[in-house]
């Protein structure tokens, strides 16, 4: 799976909320290796999106799509900011990845200092974390070389994962978690509390 992350400030959510849903009804089902969608903005006005498609080729051949073009100048007008692009061509998937049925979706993007053992942190999360956190949906997580990553979690609830935050993890984890914890820096949270959620058809 192929994922793009774009994220930026706007000045209007509800007019980027229509945009993607008009991109979902007229682009998508055209847009050849589409898989999805996770989208929504911040409570201080950051968009995010994370776009899933087949590979990386997929993805390219959506960009050089006249329509394509059309549409991302219309949404391109409402950021306030240069808007930030990510590429993950290697994504490993936590509980089979993300969820339409979330209510509520958490994206982190920070640095990490070791990629490779972030990767089999992540996966040690995936084999055992359903048990401890089922509020836990699923998760998205890209991780490139050079340490930059994104990772999304999809929750039942805001509620429920907040509450999950206070549990003490168990043992095969706990360990795990500190170390990620001495790995990570520069990580900003992005919550997307009212996400909008998107599955080819």
């Known amino acids: 799976m192929f ?43 950051e968009l995010v999106v994370l776009a899933r498609f087949a590979s990386a080729e997929a993805a390219q051949r959506n960009s050089e799509r006249p329509e394509q073009g059309a549409w991302w100048a219309e949404m391109e007008k409402l950021f306030v900011e240069e808007p930030r692009f990510a590429d993950y061509d290697d994504v490993l998937l936590v509980g089979g990845g993300g969820s339409d049925e979330a209510g509520f979706v958490q994206v982190m993007v920070g640095h990490t200092t070791d990629p490779d ?34 990772q999304a979690f999809y929750f039942t609830s805001e509620q429920d994962a907040r509450q999950g935050e206070k549990l003490e993890p168990p043992a095969e984890l706990r360990a795990a978690f500190e170390e990620e914890s001495q790995l990570t820096s520069g990580v900003r949270f992005l919550d997307l509390t009212e996400p909008w959620l998107d599955t080819a058809r």
Not at 129 to 136: E, K, L, S, T, W
């Open 3 to 45: 994922v793009q992350v774009i994220n930026g400030k706007v000045a209007d959510g509800g007019a980027a909320r229509k945009l993607g849903e008009r991109w979902v009804s007229e682009l998508g089902a055209d847009a050849s290796g589409w898989l999805g969608s996770t989208a929504g903005v911040t409570a201080d006005g």
């Open 117 to 150: 053992r972030e990767r089999q942190l992540t996966q040690e999360f995936a084999e055992v974390g359903a048990a401890f956190r089922p509020d836990i949906l699923g998760g998205v997580v890209g991780i490139h070389d050079d340490g930059t990553f994104t």
